[in-house]
């Protein structure tokens, strides 16, 4: 089992020393690190907090860096979505998804449209939800990212009732 306070204070004691030193690249990976950390521990407010710090260091001294933006950005959108705040987690998917546009990164196009579709599941709205993933999970294909597209068919499953891989009602399944 993972000691979250050891590994925090560990991070903590790193992000100091990376402020002390004006290691920004560090600061960031301290920031993100600290912000997933809280957020695996539900504490949503102080992960912002370690996210806004780390998209305040991207913005200013790595605004080249397209991949650690859009992590950062998808992040904070993940934590707005667990906070239910589903306009908002919309906005910061949507700003993912320009920046692949603009990019032409078929990866993280297909991680911002699964975010959209999470937010339209958490409304309610299964069939706009199932459209984003289809369109995701061709971007995750043509990205080559195997272990994505599984994951995503495991979700559309769950959604449209339908039995996982493995389970007694699958027809091609082991059957107990």
């Not at 204070?9 to 992000?15: I, P, R, S, T, V």
């Not at 102080?46 to 998209?55: G, I, N, T, V, Y």
């Not at 990019?103 to 959209?116: I, N, T």
């Not at 339209?120 to 706009?128: M, P």
């Amino acid at each position: 089992m993972i000691d979250f306070r050891r590994v925090r204070a560990q991070c903590a004691e790193q992000l100091a020393h990376a402020h002390a030193t004006g290691d920004l690249a560090l600061e960031a990976r301290m920031h993100r690190a600290l912000g997933q950390l809280e957020r695996q521990e539900h504490n949503f407010g102080a992960s912002l907090e370690h996210l806004l710090a780390e998209q305040s260091i991207l913005e200013t001294h790595f605004a080249s860096s397209h991949d650690l933006r859009a992590a950062n950005l998808f992040e904070q959108g993940q934590i707005l979505l667990a906070r239910g705040l589903l306009p908002q987690a919309d906005a910061l998917f949507g700003a993912v998804l320009v920046q692949a546009e603009r990019q032409s990164d078929r990866a993280w196009h297909g991680r911002a449209l699964f975010g959209l579709g999470l937010t339209a599941t958490s409304r309610g709205a299964d069939e706009e939800a199932l459209t984003r993933f289809a369109a995701s999970r061709l971007e995750f294909e043509a990205a080559g990212d195997a272990e994505a597209v599984a994951e995503l068919d495991i979700l559309v499953r769950r959604i449209r009732g339908e039995p996982q891989p493995g389970e007694a009602n699958d027809p091609n399944g082991a059957q107990p």
